[in-house]
């Protein structure tokens, strides 16, 4: 994406955010880090794409803004990826073809959505990585980190798996830390999960 002079810090993001906090925007909170059987936080994200992910994600024609207590799927995968990471590049070629295989699958599709969140990453930065990646799913922007923080992790990439409980709220099922591949064994374990809750609130 032309990006030069990118670098890793050694003790991770939040390592570098307390050796650099006049460069990180926003407030620091003490968090746990949520983990399975959590409630996933209720964010509100703006829509970047238009017409094709208001109707991949079940939202009115004139929505400008998805909150998760409004998406229509019984199962969500979040990934929280940074535009300058070069293992999130990797994960999103790859979840973009998860996509094509879940939107064929006659258990996942329409029951599970996958959505992408850019952690401090502007708006335009966001639309920029899809248009060049090609990424089929919706990607969004969390360019104060505030979800990150919310949710109290480490470092990108990340991937939740989420259930809907059918009042709005959103629990953790499953944790994917750092790169993974979403492969079949991973695709059979969505499978499993959706198979495991259908009908159950």
């Known amino acids: 994406m032309g990006y030069t002079n990118v670098f890793r810090y050694p003790a991770g993001f939040h390592g570098w955010k307390e050796a650099h906090p006049e460069r990180v925007v926003g407030s620091a909170q003490a968090q746990r880090a949520l983990t399975r059987g959590d409630a996933f936080p209720d964010c509100r994200l703006a829509i970047l794409s238009g017409e094709g992910d208001r109707e991949y994600l079940g939202l009115p024609e004139d929505a400008r803004w998805l909150a998760l207590s409004d998406l229509n799927a019984r199962f969500a995968l979040i990934q929280l990826y940074n535009t300058m990471c070069n293992e999130c590049v990797s994960e999103t070629k790859r979840l973009s073809q998860l996509y094509r295989q879940?939107?064929?699958?006659?258990?996942l599709a329409g029951t599970l959505k996958i959505i992408g969140v850019g952690i401090y990453d502007t708006n335009r930065a966001v639309v920029k990585f899809r248009k060049h990646y090609d990424v089929l799913y919706p990607l969004f922007?969390?360019?104060h980190g505030e979800i990150f923080e919310c949710l109290g992790q480490a470092q990108v990439p990340l991937a939740y798996l989420l259930r809907a409980k059918g009042d709005g709220t959103w629990i953790i099922e499953m944790i994917k830390r750092g790169y993974f591949e979403?492969?079949?064994?991973?695709?059979?374990?969505l499978r499993q999960a959706v198979i495991?809750?259908?009908g159950i609130d």
């Open 141 to 143: 922007s969390d360019s």
């Open 102 to 107: 879940i939107e064929d699958d006659p258990v």
């Open 182 to 189: 979403p492969d079949e064994a991973f695709l059979n374990s």
């Open 196 to 198: 495991r809750y259908e």
